[in-house]
């Protein structure tokens, strides 16, 4: 639920007023298409405190008949100024 809250950007870098809490990734196998990834991310950020969420990879895998989706990007947390 905190996850919708967090601003979600792809490949680009986060804004000078944001500052990097620290780089998160998807785990265990994956998740079934992108939504799953970007939500999983955007999760993350939120567990730790953060509310921007800059997704760097989002790779697809395929194995025995069975394809997922796994990510990587960075969390941020606006620098109150």
Do not use: C, F
């Amino acid at each position: 639920e905190n996850g919708k809250k967090v601003q979600l950007l792809m490949k680009e870098e986060a804004p000078k007023e944001y500052q990097l809490i620290d780089d998160i990734a998807t785990s265990g196998i994956g998740e079934a298409d992108i939504i799953g990834v970007k939500n999983n991310l955007r999760n993350k950020t939120a567990e730790l405190g953060g509310d921007l969420v800059v997704v760097d990879t989002i790779e697809m895998h395929s194995e025995d008949g069975r394809t997922w989706y796994t990510g990587n990007g960075r969390a941020y947390t606006r620098i109150k100024i």
